[in-house]
């Protein structure tokens, strides 16, 4: 069974920076589609990262455009998001999501935004930006 683990997260002032990181296991391969997600108390679970499983694709959230970097060691079925600048509105529990994906379609080279094109979910790491 396929489960995914995010760490990394905890509490930093406004202006600094953290990396969170997501490991898959009991996976049959390394191919896959991944991103981030958060959900903020009382919003909406939305996008904040996305990456082909090639690597060489990827999608920002306009809200984290130039402060956020998604990146991944595919041999390691890891992924990464590095923080910069981070504000208090980037207060959230961030989600890990993966979805295989084979490398001889086009599906390798997309960035999926869509929280509904994902099949496995982490548990989440709570950031919290203070002012």
């Known amino acids: 069974q396929v489960q995914v683990v995010e760490s990394g997260g905890g509490l930093v002032q406004a202006g600094g920076s953290l990396r969170l990181s997501c490991t898959i296991s009991?996976?049959?391969?390394?191919?896959?589609?991944m991103g981030w997600f958060r959900r903020a108390p009382e919003k909406e679970r939305e996008v904040v990262a996305a990456?082909?499983?090639?690597?060489?694709?990827?999608y920002y959230a306009d809200s984290v455009k130039g402060r956020f970097t998604i990146s991944r060691d595919s041999a390691k079925s890891t992924l990464y998001l590095q923080m910069n600048s981070v504000k208090p509105e980037d207060t959230a529990v961030y989600y890990c999501?993966?979805?295989?994906?084979?490398?001889?379609?086009?599906?390798?080279?997309?960035?999926?935004?869509?929280?509904?094109?994902?099949?496995?979910w982490g548990q989440g790491t709570q950031v919290t930006v203070s002012s």
């Open positions: 999501a993966a979805r295989p994906v084979s490398p001889l379609g086009s599906g390798w080279y997309t960035a999926r935004s869509d929280s509904s094109e994902y099949d496995y």
């Open positions: 990456i082909s499983g090639s690597g060489r694709t990827t």
């Open positions: 009991g996976r049959t391969s390394n191919n896959y589609n």
